[in-house]
């Protein structure tokens, strides 16, 4: 019978890993209550669309990426890095379809 054992090392990999990485469900408290006040005026009512794309779905496409065409690594990283994040899940929110949007450019399937 004929074995074979293969090592594969590649240390980039480690750190995609955890910049793809989502971030784990942030427990939250409730917030102290204030004693109520009458408003004084009707606040402005902000319209914001909530975005298209989930930051798993963005966290998936870029490993996919990466997975397809190890190369890419490096833009993924400077892409990153354009919109002020390590990692996917220091995006906020409204920078969630700029940012698929340009994984798209870069070749990732969404």
Same mark, same amino acid.
């Given at each position: %019978?004929?074995?074979? *054992? ?8 480690? @750190?995609?890993? =955890? /910049? ?10 409730? =917030?102290?209550? !204030? $004693?109520?006040? $009458? ?13 298209? *794309?989930?930051?798993? =779905?963005? @966290? ?10 190890? /190369? ?30 340009? !994984?798209?450019? !870069?070749?990732?399937? %969404?």
């Amino acid at each position: %019978m004929l074995e074979i *054992h293969v090592t594969v090392s590649c240390p980039d990999l480690r @750190a995609l890993a =955890e /910049a793809l990485r989502p971030a784990p469900a942030a427990t939250q408290e409730p =917030e102290p209550t !204030l $004693p109520a006040e $009458p408003p004084t005026a009707e606040p402005e009512a902000t319209t914001m669309e909530p975005p298209k *794309h989930t930051v798993q =779905e963005i @966290a998936m496409a870029g490993a996919a990426l990466i997975r397809d065409n190890p /190369a890419m690594q490096p833009q993924l990283l400077d892409l990153l890095r354009e919109y002020g994040a390590q990692v996917v899940t220091d995006l906020r929110a409204e920078q969630l379809d700029a940012f698929a949007d340009a !994984l798209c450019r !870069l070749g990732a399937k %969404m």
